[in-house]
Protein backbone atom coordinates (compact mmCIF):
# COMPACT_ATOMS: atom_id res chain seq x y z
CA UNK A 1 0.00 0.00 0.00
CA UNK A 2 0.61 3.94 0.04
CA UNK A 3 3.15 4.84 2.22
CA UNK A 4 4.06 8.41 3.24
CA UNK A 5 6.48 9.11 5.72
CA UNK A 6 6.73 12.58 7.94
CA UNK A 7 10.36 13.58 9.19
CA UNK A 8 10.96 14.56 12.03
CA UNK A 9 8.13 12.56 14.03
CA UNK A 10 8.82 15.28 17.08
CA UNK A 11 10.28 18.20 17.70
CA UNK A 12 11.49 21.01 20.52
CA UNK A 13 12.32 24.34 19.72
CA UNK A 14 12.31 27.70 20.99
CA UNK A 15 10.15 30.51 20.91
CA UNK A 16 11.37 32.83 17.95
CA UNK A 17 13.64 29.77 15.94
CA UNK A 18 12.19 28.04 12.57
CA UNK A 19 11.71 24.58 11.95
CA UNK A 20 11.22 22.51 8.91
CA UNK A 21 8.60 19.19 8.73
CA UNK A 22 9.10 16.98 5.59
CA UNK A 23 6.54 14.65 4.14
CA UNK A 24 7.83 11.97 1.66
CA UNK A 25 5.40 9.66 -0.84
CA UNK A 26 7.54 6.35 -0.43
CA UNK A 27 6.10 4.26 -2.87
CA UNK A 28 4.15 6.93 -5.20
CA UNK A 29 4.52 9.86 -7.05
CA UNK A 30 2.20 12.61 -4.81
CA UNK A 31 0.87 15.48 -7.03
CA UNK A 32 -0.76 17.39 -4.58
CA UNK A 33 -0.16 17.31 -0.67
CA UNK A 34 -1.86 18.56 1.97
CA UNK A 35 -0.77 20.11 5.42
CA UNK A 36 -3.33 19.21 8.64
CA UNK A 37 -2.88 20.63 11.95
CA UNK A 38 -4.31 18.86 15.40
CA UNK A 39 -4.86 20.12 18.39
CA UNK A 40 -5.34 17.74 21.57
CA UNK A 41 -8.46 16.27 21.20
CA UNK A 42 -10.03 18.00 18.53
CA UNK A 43 -10.33 17.31 14.64
CA UNK A 44 -7.66 17.68 11.83
CA UNK A 45 -8.09 21.25 10.45
CA UNK A 46 -6.61 21.52 6.75
CA UNK A 47 -3.76 24.53 6.49
CA UNK A 48 -2.57 24.49 3.12
CA UNK A 49 -2.90 22.24 0.26
CA UNK A 50 0.53 22.38 -2.06
CA UNK A 51 0.69 20.84 -6.14
CA UNK A 52 4.40 20.38 -7.17
CA UNK A 53 5.78 22.90 -8.97
CA UNK A 54 3.34 25.42 -7.70
CA UNK A 55 2.60 27.60 -5.40
CA UNK A 56 0.65 26.20 -2.00
CA UNK A 57 -2.65 27.04 -1.79
CA UNK A 58 -4.19 28.11 2.07
CA UNK A 59 -7.28 27.37 4.12
CA UNK A 60 -8.68 30.91 5.56
CA UNK A 61 -6.95 32.13 8.78
CA UNK A 62 -3.77 30.71 7.75
CA UNK A 63 -0.55 32.80 7.73
CA UNK A 64 0.62 31.77 4.75
CA UNK A 65 4.23 33.91 5.53
CA UNK A 66 4.52 32.11 8.67
CA UNK A 67 3.78 28.31 7.40
CA UNK A 68 5.82 27.98 4.28
CA UNK A 69 5.10 25.61 1.95
CA UNK A 70 7.46 24.08 -0.43
CA UNK A 71 6.18 20.83 -2.72
CA UNK A 72 9.62 20.40 -4.87
CA UNK A 73 8.81 16.98 -6.19
CA UNK A 74 6.75 14.29 -7.39
CA UNK A 75 7.01 13.11 -3.31
CA UNK A 76 8.45 15.78 -1.54
CA UNK A 77 6.55 17.97 0.41
CA UNK A 78 8.34 20.72 3.42
CA UNK A 79 6.52 22.65 6.07
CA UNK A 80 8.69 25.21 7.81
CA UNK A 81 6.96 27.41 10.60
CA UNK A 82 8.86 30.68 10.89
CA UNK A 83 9.86 32.49 13.92
CA UNK A 84 7.83 29.61 15.85
CA UNK A 85 5.75 31.03 19.24
CA UNK A 86 4.40 28.48 21.96
CA UNK A 87 1.08 28.40 20.26
CA UNK A 88 2.10 27.34 17.50
CA UNK A 89 2.70 23.88 18.98
CA UNK A 90 0.89 20.87 17.93
CA UNK A 91 0.37 18.00 15.69
CA UNK A 92 1.20 18.35 12.21
CA UNK A 93 -0.15 15.78 9.77
CA UNK A 94 0.62 15.77 5.90
CA UNK A 95 -0.88 13.62 3.67
CA UNK A 96 -0.26 12.83 0.11
CA UNK A 97 -3.03 11.67 -2.81
CA UNK A 98 -2.20 9.71 -5.79
CA UNK A 99 -3.07 10.30 -9.19
CA UNK A 100 -5.78 8.36 -11.44
CA UNK A 101 -8.83 6.79 -10.83
CA UNK A 102 -12.13 8.51 -9.23
CA UNK A 103 -11.35 8.09 -5.92
CA UNK A 104 -9.58 10.56 -4.15
CA UNK A 105 -7.81 8.56 -1.48
CA UNK A 106 -5.28 10.35 0.58
CA UNK A 107 -2.63 8.39 2.53
CA UNK A 108 -1.63 9.81 5.95
CA UNK A 109 1.71 10.43 7.33
CA UNK A 110 2.31 9.61 11.13
CA UNK A 111 2.30 13.44 12.47
CA UNK A 112 4.90 15.32 13.83
CA UNK A 113 4.92 16.75 17.17
CA UNK A 114 5.64 20.27 17.24
CA UNK A 115 6.48 21.40 20.69
CA UNK A 116 7.68 25.33 21.05
CA UNK A 117 9.07 26.40 24.15
CA UNK B 1 -18.58 25.27 2.76
CA UNK B 2 -18.68 22.11 3.39
CA UNK B 3 -19.20 20.34 6.84
CA UNK B 4 -18.84 17.00 9.04
CA UNK B 5 -21.08 16.39 11.92
CA UNK B 6 -20.38 13.02 14.00
CA UNK B 7 -21.83 11.93 17.35
CA UNK B 8 -20.10 13.21 20.48
CA UNK B 9 -17.83 10.64 22.16
CA UNK B 10 -16.83 9.18 24.04
CA UNK B 11 -19.10 6.18 23.44
CA UNK B 12 -18.29 2.97 25.91
CA UNK B 13 -19.34 -0.22 24.93
CA UNK B 14 -18.86 -3.47 26.23
CA UNK B 15 -17.03 -6.40 23.75
CA UNK B 16 -19.42 -7.79 21.22
CA UNK B 17 -21.85 -5.11 21.53
CA UNK B 18 -23.35 -3.31 18.72
CA UNK B 19 -22.06 -0.18 17.22
CA UNK B 20 -23.32 2.70 15.71
CA UNK B 21 -21.43 6.22 15.12
CA UNK B 22 -23.73 8.51 13.58
CA UNK B 23 -22.32 11.10 10.71
CA UNK B 24 -23.79 13.37 8.29
CA UNK B 25 -22.26 16.15 6.39
CA UNK B 26 -22.96 19.27 3.83
CA UNK B 27 -20.84 19.31 0.79
CA UNK B 28 -21.23 21.23 -2.82
CA UNK B 29 -20.32 19.47 -5.80
CA UNK B 30 -20.01 15.40 -5.63
CA UNK B 31 -18.16 13.95 -2.55
CA UNK B 32 -16.66 11.16 -1.65
CA UNK B 33 -17.14 10.14 1.79
CA UNK B 34 -14.87 8.55 4.03
CA UNK B 35 -13.97 7.17 7.89
CA UNK B 36 -10.25 7.46 8.69
CA UNK B 37 -9.39 5.53 12.38
CA UNK B 38 -6.94 6.97 14.75
CA UNK B 39 -5.15 4.57 16.94
CA UNK B 40 -3.57 5.68 19.87
CA UNK B 41 -0.37 6.79 19.03
CA UNK B 42 -0.43 6.40 15.60
CA UNK B 43 -1.60 8.50 12.70
CA UNK B 44 -5.05 8.11 10.84
CA UNK B 45 -5.79 5.14 8.56
CA UNK B 46 -8.35 4.76 6.10
CA UNK B 47 -11.01 2.60 7.57
CA UNK B 48 -13.43 2.69 4.54
CA UNK B 49 -14.46 5.00 1.77
CA UNK B 50 -17.87 5.25 -0.60
CA UNK B 51 -17.52 7.63 -3.61
CA UNK B 52 -21.15 7.96 -5.01
CA UNK B 53 -24.32 7.49 -3.96
CA UNK B 54 -25.88 4.24 -2.17
CA UNK B 55 -22.51 2.62 -2.27
CA UNK B 56 -21.45 0.63 0.75
CA UNK B 57 -17.54 0.89 1.85
CA UNK B 58 -16.78 -2.20 4.47
CA UNK B 59 -13.53 -2.93 6.07
CA UNK B 60 -12.62 -5.24 9.66
CA UNK B 61 -16.38 -6.00 9.70
CA UNK B 62 -17.07 -1.91 9.77
CA UNK B 63 -19.63 -0.59 6.95
CA UNK B 64 -21.17 2.29 6.19
CA UNK B 65 -23.73 3.39 3.21
CA UNK B 66 -23.70 6.55 1.56
CA UNK B 67 -27.08 8.26 2.02
CA UNK B 68 -27.60 10.66 -0.62
CA UNK B 69 -30.97 11.49 0.44
CA UNK B 70 -30.24 12.17 4.63
CA UNK B 71 -26.77 13.03 3.54
CA UNK B 72 -25.69 10.91 6.22
CA UNK B 73 -22.99 8.03 5.87
CA UNK B 74 -22.93 6.21 9.41
CA UNK B 75 -20.73 3.31 10.83
CA UNK B 76 -21.78 0.37 12.19
CA UNK B 77 -19.97 -3.04 13.54
CA UNK B 78 -21.98 -5.52 14.54
CA UNK B 79 -19.79 -7.34 17.51
CA UNK B 80 -17.26 -4.61 18.61
CA UNK B 81 -13.71 -6.57 20.38
CA UNK B 82 -11.78 -4.25 22.74
CA UNK B 83 -9.05 -3.78 19.49
CA UNK B 84 -11.61 -1.53 18.03
CA UNK B 85 -10.95 1.18 20.64
CA UNK B 86 -9.69 4.30 18.98
CA UNK B 87 -10.62 7.44 17.41
CA UNK B 88 -13.16 7.43 14.49
CA UNK B 89 -13.09 10.21 11.95
CA UNK B 90 -15.64 10.92 9.63
CA UNK B 91 -14.82 12.96 6.87
CA UNK B 92 -15.71 14.36 3.01
CA UNK B 93 -13.74 15.02 0.37
CA UNK B 94 -15.32 17.06 -3.07
CA UNK B 95 -14.33 16.65 -6.23
CA UNK B 96 -14.28 19.75 -8.16
CA UNK B 97 -15.35 18.95 -11.71
CA UNK B 98 -14.46 22.09 -13.20
CA UNK B 99 -10.58 20.75 -12.93
CA UNK B 100 -9.45 22.58 -9.65
CA UNK B 101 -9.00 18.80 -8.51
CA UNK B 102 -10.41 17.77 -5.23
CA UNK B 103 -10.09 19.81 -2.11
CA UNK B 104 -8.28 18.38 0.96
CA UNK B 105 -10.38 16.42 3.57
CA UNK B 106 -13.03 17.82 5.38
CA UNK B 107 -13.06 15.89 8.80
CA UNK B 108 -15.51 16.13 11.89
CA UNK B 109 -14.36 16.42 15.19
CA UNK B 110 -13.72 12.52 15.67
CA UNK B 111 -15.72 9.81 18.16
CA UNK B 112 -13.54 8.66 20.83
CA UNK B 113 -14.86 4.89 21.19
CA UNK B 114 -13.89 2.47 23.93
CA UNK B 115 -14.68 -0.72 24.37
CA UNK B 116 -14.21 -2.53 27.42
CA UNK B 117 -14.07 -6.26 28.14
Known amino acids: GAVVSQHPSWVICKSGTSVKIECRSL??????MFWYRQFPKQSLMLMAT?????????EQGVEKDKFLINHASLTLSTLTVTSAHPEDSSFYIC?????????????FGPGTRLTVT | GDSVTQMEGPVTLSEEACLTI???????????LFWYVQYPGEGLQLLLK?????DKGSNKGFEATYRKETTSFHLEKGSVQVSDSAVYFC????????????????FGKGTHLIIQP
Open chain 1, 95 to 107: SARAPGGTTYEQY
Open chain 1, 27 to 32: DFQATT
Open chain 1, 50 to 58: SNEGSKATY
Open chain 2, 22 to 32: NCTYTATGYPS
Open chain 2, 50 to 54: ATKAD
Open chain 2, 91 to 106: ALSVYMYSGGGADGLT
